[in-house]
């Protein structure tokens, strides 16, 4: 079996709901507290051991890749004032040479298309899949828990979170079979169903551990929900052949593609850290 040592991060959307803020400006540079959401999940990948990261842009989002690259003027300058304090801030913003790739999504046509666009990149091994909107603390990385779970059964595994019935068609929606309260054998798949259709109650959030035979699925370039190329229908097509299981991971999931999600993992984060949590518990009660 193959260790999971790469991560592909669709980054081509547009963030329309974070308009005007997002003009000018990819989505995933916004900060939660002073980290902006990709390097979360990039850190988040390396504490499952992944190196190798394929972002999947479009326009406007050269931000995300120089993110990553040496900033010399501003490094020098900080040794030169002794400001280490402040340079070791930076150590999560560098990447290996050569450890992080690009490849443009040159139209959008759905997330399933975003990910047949890193085909190259990904060639035979299995991969991880993370939407960098959806933000995670938890103490152990949610890579690094579906990494496990893929260790543990030899195939696909996606996190999925319970939902409201009202919200199954915001997400891609499970039907389960076996399922230990921990770990769900799938059985089906569907992206985005009304609640009375749904066939459950359980969502796929957005980290994914996946076979690359999902590219040959996404290249049928069947249209499903939304007319769009769904990840979900060509993972569907992976059931009964591999083995694939929803994963609850531990910790908590932030939807920072909402205004209020991004507001609450904004509190959350700040809690979670010592420098902060003082801070923002004496302003809180301000606002009740
Ligand atoms: C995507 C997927 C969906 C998944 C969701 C998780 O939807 O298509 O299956 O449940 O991410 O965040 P999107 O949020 O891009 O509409």
Redesign the pocket.
């Known amino acids: 079996m193959k260790s999971l040592r790469k991560a592909v991060l669709p980054v081509a ?1 547009l963030g329309t709901r974070f308009l005007p803020a997002t003009k000018a400006m990819a989505k995933e540079m916004l900060p939660v507290v002073d980290k902006p959401l990709i390097q979360y999940a990039v850190e988040e990948a390396r504490a499952a051991g992944i190196e190798q990261f394929c972002f999947v842009t479009g326009r406007g989002k050269v931000s995300l890749v120089e993110h990553f690259d040496v900033a010399f003027e501003l490094e020098a300058t900080l040794k030169e004032r002794g400001k280490l304090d402040t340079l070791k801030q930076l150590e999560g913003a560098s990447a290996i040479p050569g450890s992080i790739v690009s490849v443009r999504q040159q139209v959008p046509l759905g ?1 399933g298309h975003a990910i047949w666009c890193a085909r190259a990149f990904i060639g035979d091994d299995p991969f991880a899949i993370m ?1 960098p ?2 933000l995670v603390l938890a103490e152990t990385s949610w890579v690094k828990q579906l990494a496990d779970a893929y260790t543990e059964t030899g195939g696909n595994v996606v996190a999925v979170e319970e939902v409201p019935r009202e919200h199954t068609n ?3 929606i499970l039907k389960v079979g076996k399922d230990d309260g921990r770990m769900a054998e799938v059985l089906g798949l569907v ?2 169903p009304k609640p009375e259709e749904a066939p459950s109650n359980l ?4 980290r994914y551990v996946l076979m690359p035979e999902v590219i040959a699925e996404l290249a049928r370039f069947e249209k499903g929900a939304g007319g769009e190329i ?3 229908d060509g993972m569907a097509r992976l059931i009964g052949r591999q083995p694939f299981h929803g994963l609850r991971c531990t910790g908590r999931r932030f ?1 920072c ?1 909402d205004k209020a999600g991004y507001l609450e993992a904004q509190l959350a984060f700040a809690l979670s850290r010592p420098d902060m949590a003082d801070k923002v518990r004496a302003f809180l009660p301000n606002y009740r």
Not at 203 to 206: A, C, F, R
């Open positions: 959307g997330l939407l909107d959806d915001r997400y891609g992206e985005k969502s796929i959030v957005g769904q990840l979900t939807d593609g």
